[in-house]
């Protein structure tokens, strides 16, 4: 393993090249190929299905399941993170949850009919924890990979290389899904099937390359034997010297706020469409694959912009382009003739400011972190805020349109989070790396 310096363009590229990796989960498994396979092995009676002795709508049991992985890791995630920082071990956190996420994604592969419901709903819920809880890790290495004054580019490296590897791999998996012929496949269920496996495989393989070059124990810890008392104690530290902290809670503030409208946004823009306006289905899958190509040029785009005029304003202006597009959705009208191309447009929009606001976060945040060797530990807290939004957040919308009987409604509501996400970034105090 090559002993790279901080800074060092190979060690950011490495570390960036995990996203490269991990992202074909996000939108092969999470949003695109995975629910529409799960949706058409389950549809049969009226989309009822029994698990665990207990019956369910099919929607209604995926969404549970998901729900549960986010509570897991928003639990376990910071007294690991308080034991990694302890043992210096964090890199050995990442891989395990790296091998557990891309195995379980693997094991969909099994995943044949109602009969082996089980093994999508476990396996879903297993791959959710390996991907969210080495998220984690991955993302508390970035104080320690580049500067704080690179963080921004360096940030939206990363989502510009995942964004462009779960792109291409995607295509792929959809040319196999709608032409089998070309693959000579004769079972319709096997092209998604065979994509469970190379998500997977995707996933590990690629990962390597961030594994051989990130380095472990960075601070040189020689840890006692009760690691674990000492991490939970660990973790214990970070929460009391949070309270002192007031730009860094003001921000988690923020960015639980926001991020409550962007998750859901990113979860359920596709039940949107398909509901309250009716778009196709592969028009649906178009759009994502829209997202995601415009996400890669929104986060260099506002990655530069930052660098002119500070995190905290070039955040506000993306939480205020989101706010236009729960407007514009909310006007958005199924019989308009021209709906299509008004679906593909908002995705466009989507796309320009979901790539920024997720790295201008992440690099905020680790700007605002103190003097600290407990990088893991902190960014456990960012992850478990982001955690609780997206419970919160897929909550309201669920209510919010049962009892209005209109998604418009939910949507307009999630409005409201990025005009208080914005409120609260304003009252932050200027700081001399996220201020300009």
């Known amino acids: 393993m090559a002993n790279l310096q901080k800074g060092n363009p190979k060690l950011i590229n490495a570390w960036a090249f995990y996203d490269w990796a991990n992202s074909v989960y996000s939108l092969v498994i999470a949003t695109a190929v995975f629910p529409i396979y799960y949706e058409s092995i389950t549809s049969d009676n009226g989309g009822m299905v029994r698990f665990l002795g207990t019956e369910f709508h ?40 790296c091998y557990l996420g891309s195995l379980s994604v693997m094991s969909l592969f099994f995943f044949t009919g109602i009969q082996t419901l089980w093994i999508g709903i476990v396996f879903t819920i297993l791959a959710s924890i390996g991907f969210w809880g080495s998220i984690v890790f991955y993302n508390s290495y970035l104080p320690e990979i580049a500067e704080p004054e690179d963080h921004d580019r360096v940030s939206a490296k990363g989502f510009m290389f995942g964004y462009t590897g779960s ?16 693959f000579r496949i004769s079972d319709p269920a096997l092209p998604a099937r065979i994509s469970f496996l190379l998500v997977g495989l995707w996933w590990m393989g690629f990962a390597q390359v961030t594994f051989y070059h990130l380095p472990n124990n960075v601070f040189h810890k020689k840890p006692e034997k009760d690691f674990i008392f000492k991490g939970i104690k660990e973790l214990k530290t970070v929460i009391v010297n949070l309270k002192s902290l007031t730009s860094l809670k003001q921000f988690l503030i923020a960015f639980f706020l926001y991020s409550t409208g962007v998750q859901t946004i990113i979860l359920l823009a596709g ?19 829209l997202i995601q190509v415009v996400a890669i040029f929104g986060a260099y785009v506002f990655s530069r912009i930052s660098e002119k005029i500070g995190n905290i304003k070039t955040l506000k202006m993306t939480i205020a382009i989101w706010g236009l597009i729960c407007f514009a959705a909310y006007l958005l009208d199924a019989h308009n003739k021209y709906i299509d191309y008004q679906f593909y447009a908002l995705g466009a929009l989507i796309g320009m400011v979901l790539g920024a606001i997720q790295s201008l976060s992440r690099s905020t945040y680790s700007k605002l972190l103190p003097d600290t060797e407990d990088h893991a530990t902190y960014f456990s807290f960012f992850d478990v805020t982001e955690k609780v939004a997206i419970v919160l957040g897929t909550f309201i919308f669920g209510f919010v349109g049962a009892i209005s009987d209109s998604l418009k409604n939910s949507i307009f509501i999630l409005a409201i989070f990025f005009l208080l996400g914005y409120i609260v970034l304003s009252f932050m105090k200027k700081n001399k790396l996220t201020s300009k």
């Open 271 to 289: 039940l949107y469409g398909k509901k309250e306006l009716g778009i196709d289905t592969n028009k649906l899958i178009i759009t994502i694959l």
């Open 167 to 182: 792109v291409l791999l995607l295509a792929f998996n959809l040319v196999m899904v709608m032409k089998p012929e070309l």
């Open 58 to 97: 099919n929607s209604t049991l995926l969404s549970y399941a998901l729900s549960f992985s986010f509570l897991i890791v928003a639990f376990m995630s910071p007294i690991l993170s308080g034991i990694a920082d302890y043992t210096g071990n964090k890199k050995r956190f990442l891989q395990f949850f």
